[in-house]
């Protein structure tokens, strides 16, 4: 007996309860792009019989990743895109329908339900699965910000899912998050802009990374080769070689005009030097009077210039920014739009399914109020008749209920009346009952006087007995009811014999 004992819960485990609950971890799952993971998920109690096994993706349903089904992993309906990178781990026969994903790619990021369905009862459950990516390095670029700043620029990309970028100076400090600004696209391009004073020694750091553990880091130092003269330089070169090149185009105008005439005598050279430095002077003065305003407005416009260059600039990256958040935008929209084109086209083939047999129930009913109706109406009739016809029975009663009533109370008066005249009866047939008994009375006494002188005492006493018996039974039948006396033949009798 005690095999029997071990084979119980064999068959209790086999067999499908009456309710069960899936067991799946609280918090997601993380794991590396290219790798394997187990989603974990269990029922309470196990069982085999008519066991139902269904991982789907949310929105996919009816194409699930796998599907166990009658003892066996069913290979139609599945998702394509799982076929060959899913399995059962084993162990259903202690509750575990856990789930093993290998490959994993980054568009298995999201929530994978764990359905599970016996003969009475059902349950599901989700995990989440993250998929991490480790991102390029980050590429550091440095662009004068001006006023003895430069703007640095930390780029990287392909990280998954969102990574974190923090700045560092070389003493290994955080730069607060106040003096830069970061993004990050659906595509996990991140990148932050910082803007930082100038130093030929000091660096500053950029790290991005998922974790502490998970990180990358580049360096720069925050110089340009333009730093600290700016715009300035570059103006005054300008404006010295404008300069210089005026002042000889200006000496070959006057001398080919004759205000600069060259002399061999020495002389002569000196006495008109003082005249004609005093005329080149002043010539010469207006000359750069005349060029300095202009090169001091040509500089003006330069500044302009590259003012407007690099506010120019800024709106361009500024723009490059929200062209680049744009586009991630529309490719988010856009397969928004691809996943509700086919959720609506799933839902659709669905409604129709539902419209179908919707259609067919609606058919179904109608049919089935036609024949409630012709039921109803032939109901409805055969009450008709039927109440008719008791309501004649009734009428036909009632006329012979009257009619007994009448007859009961003629046999009632007859009754009477034949109770009055038995009454009566009785009264006279008791008048002459006395009297006949007055009549035996008096002749039991003549009797007894012959009695006494002609027979012996014995005999006397027998004679006097009958007499008084018949007394007794008289005085009997005279108390009895009309019913008593019509049914008793020996009081009948007895009357005859009186009479």
């Known amino acids: 007996m005690w095999w029997l004992l071990l084979f119980l819960p064999v ?35 196990a069982f085999t019989a008519s066991l139902k096994v269904r991982w789907h993706r949310p929105d996919k349903y009816k194409t699930p990743v796998l599907l166990y089904e009658e003892q066996q992993i069913q290979q139609q309906p599945a998702d394509p895109q799982y076929r060959g990178r899913v399995s059962l781990i084993g162990g259903l026969e202690k509750g575990n329908v856990s789930l093993k994903l290998e490959n994993v790619s980054l568009a298995d990021t999201g929530e994978f339900v764990c359905f599970v369905a016996g003969d009475k009862w059902y349950d599901k459950a989700s995990v989440h699965l993250i998929v991490k990516v480790m991102g390029s390095p980050p590429v550091l670029s440095v662009s004068d910000g001006g006023s003895g700043q430069v703007n640095v620029t930390c780029v990287s990309d392909g990280w998954s899912p969102k990574p974190t970028l923090t700045w560092r100076n070389n003493r290994g400090a955080l730069i607060p998050s106040q003096s830069h600004q970061s993004a990050t696209d659906a595509r996990g391009l991140v990148s932050s802009w910082l803007l930082h004073s100038s130093s030929d020694s000091e660096w500053v750091a950029c790290s991005v ?37 005026s002042s000889i185009a200006t000496v070959l105008i006057l001398y080919k005009k004759g205000f600069i005439k060259w002399k061999d005598s020495k002389e002569t050279a000196a006495a008109t030097d003082e005249d004609e430095g005093k005329k080149l002077n002043g010539k010469v003065n207006d000359i750069e009077k005349e060029e300095h305003q202009k090169l001091k407005q040509q500089n003006e416009d330069l500044l302009k210039q590259h003012e407007e260059e690099k506010t120019l600039k800024k709106e361009v990256e500024t723009l490059n920014q929200k062209i680049t958040g744009l586009l991630s935008q529309l490719e988010e929209n856009k397969r928004e739009v691809e996943r509700l084109n086919h959720q609506i086209k799933g839902k659709i083939a669905t409604d129709e399914d539902e419209g179908k047999k919707l259609e067919g129930k609606v058919n179904d009913i109608k049919k089935e109020n036609q024949e409630l109706k012709q039921q109803n109406k032939d109901l409805l009739k055969k009450q008709s008749e039927e109440e008719k016809t008791l309501k004649k ?12 009533l009448s007859q009961l109370e003629e046999n009632k008066r007859e009754v009477e009346r034949l109770n009055h005249q038995i009454k009566a009866n009785d009264e006279d047939k008791e008048k002459k009952t006395e009297g006949k008994l007055n009549e035996k009375t008096e002749e039991n006494q003549e009797l007894k006087q012959l009695n006494e002188g002609a027979f012996p005492q014995n005999h006397g006493l027998v004679i006097q007995v009958k007499p008084w018996k018949t007394v007794k039974r008289l005085k009997e039948i005279l108390t009895m009811d009309e019913a008593s006396v019509k049914g008793d033949l020996e009081v009948d009798s007895w009357r005859k014999t009186l009479e």
């Open 209 to 245: 990374g998922l974790s502490e553990e998970e990180r990358k880091e580049s360096r720069v130092l925050p110089h340009t080769s333009r730093t600290g003269t700016g715009p300035w330089k570059e103006v005054f070169i300008s404006g010295l070689v404008l300069l210089l090149l």
């Open 393 to 404: 029975e009734v009428e036909t009663l009632n006329q012979k209920i009257t009619g007994l």
């Open 11 to 45: 068959c209790r485990g086999a067999q499908s309860p009456d309710t069960f609950t899936l067991s799946v971890p609280d918090g997601p799952l993380s794991v590396w792009m290219g790798s394997s993971v187990i989603l974990p998920c269990s029922l309470s109690p």
